[in-house]
Structure formats: C-alpha cells, structure tokens
C-alpha cells in the first residue's frame, strides 16, 4: 500500500510538471435550429386557424380571431466550458450546452357559446460535448477553430385546447390532438466553430464564437412510450436540431503548471 501511495504521489506532482493553463469560459446568445418536422406540424396548426378565422369571420353572431403560431426557429443557447491546452496552438475542450425555442398563441371565438384555441409548444435541450481546438492566431486578437461531438437530449412540452365552434357549418378533418403532455429523447451529434477572444488582462478574455450543430432525434416519446405526434396524422415528429449559434462570453485562464509556463 505504501508504494502505491508513493506511485500516485510521484504522478500527481508529475502531472502538475507538464500540465498547462485550463481555460474556463462561458458564454450565451441567440441560436437557431430547424426542428423541421416541428415546424410543419405548426403550419398545419395555422393553416387551420386561418381556415377558421376566414370562416367563422363571415357568420352573423360570431366574433373573435385567433393569431398564427409564430414558427420555432430562434431561442436563447448558454454554454460553460473548460479547455486544456495541451500545447501553445491545441487544447482539449469539454462543453454544457443548453438552449430552449417556444411558441404559442391562444384566443377565442364567441357566438352562442365560447370556444378556445390555446397551443403552446416549448423545445429544450441540453447537450454534453468533447473535442479540440486549435488555435492559428494569436497577435492581440486570438483565432481558433473548434470541433466536438456529444449527446443531445431533447424535451418537448406541448399543451393543445381546439374548441371548434358550435356555427362551424361542416364536420371538420383533421383537427389536431387536444391535451398536454412532454415528451423526450436524444441522440448523437456534432459541432464546429470559429472563435475570436481578445485579451483584457493576463488571463481574462472576452471572446465570441460562431458554430454550426448537426444533429437529430427520431422521435421524443413520453412516459407511456409514445411518439410526439403533434398535427395529428399518425406519423411521429422527427426532431432536426441543425442550426447556427453566436455567442458572447468570457473566459478565464487558470495555470496548473508548477513553474507557471504553459505545457509544451
């Protein structure tokens, strides 16, 4: 046991002989994302309120109009990383991503009784990433570029009232699901970047990143196994999470290096 003690001794302080500066940053700003089968399911939702607004517009009796559901294509992304470099230009990188896109709309219709269109939709994920980056600049500003993978899990929360008033002259297809629920999944995925950081003082930066993710969930599926099928038709809503983020942040060096030189 002693040597033991003594091996894991003689490797910590190794360890803190060659190992260079950790970088801690974060960071946050706007993001888009497809979500693609998502958003053809809220054309049929507003393709549908159109139909009823034209309709029930020209009905003595009925007054009321229901807003479109704005389509999910931009939210707030907030990431916290580390970096270690393990040389001046490369470092191994770690990342916590987290963005959320919502939409929803809600009015009413009234005549001889009220009805209610309420849809709300809300899209959140949290992704966990490895890679590198490499740095290729470094005169006062700081260029790199950035590459990682990791898992990105998504949850879906929906809640649907489509109350369809009783002057409604025809029997009407197609009416979306109603009820609430949540629904979740995850799959595999990939990021790259370019970042620019300008230095304040030794060892604080502030700096920008602008990537790109592909990645997409099949399907999100709730507590009793089944698939997120928000229009309806049967057919469960892939989740395509591609799309562009631009952050801003900061950063912070720590060096763990014992004579305080960046690890070759």
Not at 11 to 21: R, S
Not at 69 to 75: D, E, V
Not at 213 to 238: M, Q
Request: aromatic share 10%; charged share 15%; glycine share 12%.
């Amino acid at each position: 046991m002693k040597g033991l003690a003594s091996v894991l001794v003689i490797l910590l302080i190794g360890g803190a002989a060659w190992a260079g500066p950790l970088e801690l940053s974060l960071s946050g700003g706007p993001a888009t994302t497809s979500l693609d089968d998502v958003n053809t399911s809220i054309l049929v939702f507003n393709t549908l309120i159109d139909h009823l607004n034209d309709t029930l517009a020209v009905i003595p009796g009925v007054t009321g109009r229901v807003q479109a559901l704005p389509p999910m294509n931009s939210g707030a992304s907030f990431r916290a990383s580390e970096r270690y470099w393990v040389a001046d230009w490369i470092a191994f990188t770690g990342a916590f991503e987290y963005y959320r896109l919502s939409t929803a709309t809600r009015g009413q219709y009234v005549g001889s009784e009220t009805s209610t269109i309420d849809v709300s939709v809300s899209l959140s994920t949290i992704s966990v990433l490895g890679g590198a980056r490499a740095q290729f600049l470094d005169a006062g500003l700081r260029l790199a570029g950035d590459a990682s993978f990791g898992y990105f899990y998504t949850t879906c929360d929906h809640a649907v009232t489509f109350d369809i008033p009783s002057e409604y002259p025809d029997v009407i297809a197609g009416v979306p699901p109603e009820g609430e629920g949540r629904n979740a999944g995850g799959t595999f995925g990939a990021q790259a970047g370019l970042s620019i950081a300008y230095p304040i003082v030794e060892g604080f930066c502030v700096e920008a990143l602008i990537a790109y993710r592909w990645a997409s969930v099949p399907a999100l599926r709730d507590a009793t196994a089944g698939s997120l099928d928000l229009d309806g038709n049967g057919r469960p809503e892939s989740v395509g999470l591609d799309g562009l983020f631009v952050h801003i942040g900061i950063s912070i060096a720590i060096d763990l290096s014992l004579d305080g030189e960046k690890g070759e």
